[in-house]
């Protein structure tokens, strides 16, 4: 079973790389511990957090809520980290909404024609697109160089 995340506010960025690895991340800029810990318990979520005081929280303490105390302040450490304590993998890159943590659902390039820039629409063919927040993404540049960075994360995580 994939885990799924809740991110604190202290650890933002690190929601974005999640869910760019394809993996359930919900991130609230502005949430109490209280809230945080109990979206947790009632989705099944771990949190992420760099703040040892919901560690100590009864239900973290306890283990009915997984948690994760993030120990770097670099992004990419801190997913280095997750990715290490919870054996992920990039299978299921670039499938969830990098803004809104929603499913992608594939759209066909005529589905899209007006909704893309000109040029995207003559030089791309495949598209998803975000149910929630309706963004459409497509494997331009943007996405070569996300997709380069999480090879050499994984690269330099393999050599480690």
């Given at each position: 079973m994939r885990p799924k995340f809740i991110v604190d506010a202290n650890v933002g960025k690190l929601a974005r790389w999640l869910r760019m690895m394809g993996y359930d991340t919900l991130f609230f800029n502005d949430i109490d511990d209280g809230a945080l810990v109990s979206i947790g318990l009632k989705d099944r979520r771990v949190v992420l957090t760099k703040d040892t005081q919901i560690t100590l929280r009864r239900l973290v303490a306890s283990g009915k809520v997984k948690a994760l105390l993030i120990?770097?302040?670099?992004?990419?450490?801190?997913?280095?980290?997750?990715?290490?304590?919870?054996?992920l993998n990039r299978r299921l890159q670039f499938t969830r909404c990098l803004e809104c943590n929603e499913p992608l659902v594939p759209r066909t390039k005529d589905e899209v024609r007006d909704l893309v820039p000109p040029y995207v629409y003559k030089t791309q063919s495949r598209y998803v697109q975000c149910p929630a927040c309706n963004r459409i993404y497509w494997r331009g540049t943007h996405w070569q160089r996300m997709n380069n960075e999480l090879e050499m994360f994984e690269e330099a995580a393999d050599a480690a």
């Open positions: 120990k770097d302040d670099d992004t990419k450490t801190q997913l280095r980290q997750v990715v290490e304590a919870f054996n």
